[in-house]
């Protein structure tokens, strides 16, 4: 069982920024690597949609066209087992619950992060955004 902890949401102004962390941890030994790791977001009454993704272990990154230019994933460097979520220019569309999900990386990246039901093991509890001025 791994347990996933998001941290790093709030608020931000329309074009400002904000930093989402994805804190892996396991009982039993385990590396982040062996999973893909993503971001998705829900707003109130839509569905969970993928923002990006990433296989740290294939050196892949996915982002939805949405975000693409302004929002950056990556592997923590001082912190194991840690994701990070770079939000630039944020839009006013980008409010809601930010989730963190993995998966074992069992098809393309690109579709565990645009069809992640059934494709990520495990969820955090999500961490909430708001965009206002």
């Known amino acids: 069982q791994v347990q996933l902890d998001e941290s790093g949401g709030g608020t931000a102004q329309p074009g400002g920024s904000l930093r989402l962390f994805c804190a892996a941890s396991?009982?039993?030994?385990?590396?982040?690597?062996?999973?893909?790791v993503g971001w998705f977001r829900q707003a109130p009454g839509t569905e969970r949609e993928g923002i990006s993704c990433i296989s740290t272990s294939e050196g892949e990154t996915h982002y939805s066209d949405s975000v693409k230019g302004r929002f950056t994933i990556s592997k923590a460097t001082t912190v194991e087992n840690t994701v990070i979520l770079q939000m630039d220019n944020l839009m006013p569309e980008a409010p809601g619950i930010y989730y963190c999900?993995?998966?074992?990386?069992?098809?393309?990246?690109?579709?565990?992060?645009?069809?992640?039901?059934?494709?990520?093991?495990?969820w955090g509890k999500g961490t909430p955004v708001t965009v206002s001025s």
């Open positions: 999900g993995a998966g074992i990386l069992f098809t393309t990246l690109e579709s565990m992060c645009v069809h992640p039901t059934g494709a990520m093991d495990f």
């Open positions: 396991s009982a039993t030994g385990f590396s982040l690597d062996d999973y893909a």
